[in-house]
């Protein structure tokens, strides 16, 4: 852990009783002092000793000054990584909460933590960095991120929206699955739809949540029912959560909810099994004629999970249409649940073998 001191403040009786409270954790401690913008303010420094945390580490965060020297003792304090960390076994899962602001993020991963770990305010677009916690459900150990809300394309957000719009696409990106919540008590709307489509073109696997659901009555469910088939048409694939965060109803069914995502996303399947697959399907149901001619399919594999990306060689192009289909079918006896799949295809040119 990094304890940074302002070097023109110096000590405060503030810094004795975080001190306390850092030595507790038995974790290894950093004395980073900052704004020291130069070899004259180095000498300001030395009373720091007295905080009983080591060495102070002279950085000036303005002007980049001395982040090397930082950067060089933290990876060198870092405890050695064990061949187990190495092959990636045991490593917790990460997941991002997503949605536009004031949807319950930040609420959602404080009743998960069971304690208060992020500011929540009701007041919209409180949380600005991406926040990552290491929460432990059903003996598990995740690593939740939560993020800022997304209000407007990237492109019309300014100042600092557009820099949280772009974290939080990162940490999308960083992430294994996305959660994304949505105000069961509104109705949705196209920041709603823009959200799940940007986790989808990162290819992460989904998981939907309806938060709000305590404000939620008959009525208003019967419209979410019809929004989510006019929609969400496109992603009947994602297992949905319906949960109220602030109260901590039902939120024991998102940790399934989460590794059947993960389940589907992590899913390959043997060529062997994937192309006898194909041949029952293909002679049940043909490819669509096209050009006087019906393109046969004459191989299939699957290039790779997380999301499952299935490529197939083909005489001729395969419809759009026909590759829904193709993917319907491969959800129905494969599973894929939570995740995107793709489905492309390479046409065999003349003259190949």
Partial sequence: MLFVVDAEVGALDEDDAVIKVLRR??????????????????????????????????????????????????????????EAEDEGFDRPRRVALVGRPNVGKSSLLNALAGSERVVVDSLAGTTRDPVDEIIELNGRQWVFIDTAGIRKRSHQAEGT???????????????????????????????????????????????????????????RRDEIEREIDRELVQ?????????????????????GAISRALEGWDTRVPTAKLNAFFGQLISATPPPVRGGKQPKVLFATQASTCPPRFVLF?????????????ERKLRENFGFEGTPIEVSVRVRERGDK
């Fill in 25 to 82: 954790t038995n974790k290894p401690v950093l004395l980073v002092a900052n704004k020291v913008d130069g070899l004259r303010d180095e000498s300001d420094i030395h009373s720091l000793w007295n905080l009983g945390l080591g060495e102070p580490l002279p950085v000036s965060a303005l002007h980049g000054r001395g982040s090397g020297e930082l950067l060089d003792t933290i990876i060198d304090s870092l405890p050695p990584e064990t």
């Fill in 161 to 219: 929206e557009y820099y949280a719009t772009l974290r939080t696409d990162k940490a999308i990106e960083r992430a294994e699955v996305a959660v994304v919540l949505l105000d069961a008590s509104v109705p949705m709307t196209e920041q709603d739809l823009r959200i799940l489509s940007t986790v989808e073109r990162h290819g992460r696997a989904l998981v939907l949540v309806f938060n709000k659901w305590d404000l939620v009555d008959e009525d």
């Fill in 235 to 255: 992603f009947p694939w994602a297992p949905r959560v319906n949960l109220a965060a602030k109260t901590g109803w039902h939120r024991d069914r998102l940790p």
């Fill in 314 to 326: 083909t005489t001729g192009f395969l419809e759009t249409s026909y590759r829904r289909f193709i």
